[in-house]
Nanobody
Framework: QVQLVESGGALVQAGGSLRLSCAAS????????MGWFRQAPGKEREFVAA????????YYSDSVKGRLTISRDNAKNTVWLQRNSLTPADTAVYYC?????????????????WGQGTQVTVSS
């Protein structure tokens, strides 16, 4: 089991940027695919981005592609999500997830460990 702690959520104005962080407590962080998901009030949790074990391959949801970047540093046991050009539709709780399935999952069921989430609120 991987312990995950997200941070970086905030209240921002539309058009602004945020960098979300996820710190993992695990011996072999580099063995895990890392994903970011989000859940808006009254909606299901949805895939945002994922990055492979050594960071060589990234995956993005079509709804946010071009406005974010996922990255990781295995030496720091950390994965980041840089969000740009935020809109009110991006308001949600953002969750970090870890898994070991292949190919890299883009669904909730593909991940085994989850953080508690960090709130991102975008005002118009």
């Amino acid at each position: 089991q991987v312990q995950l702690v997200e941070s970086g959520g905030a209240l921002v104005q539309a058009g602004g940027s945020l960098r979300l962080s996820c710190a993992a407590s695990v011996r072999t962080f580099s063995d895990y695919t890392m994903g970011w998901f989000r859940q808006a009030p009254g909606k299901e949790r949805e895939f945002v981005a994922a990055i492979s074990w050594i960071g060589g391959t990234t995956y993005y949801s079509d709804s946010v592609k071009g406005r974010l970047t996922i990255s990781r540093d295995n030496a720091k046991n950390t994965v980041w999500l840089q969000r740009n050009s935020l809109t009110p539709a991006d308001t949600a709780v953002y969750y970090c997830a870890a898994g070991r399935r292949l190919p890299v999952p883009t669904v909730v069921a593909g991940y085994d460990s989850w953080g508690q989430g960090t709130q991102v609120t975008v005002s118009s």
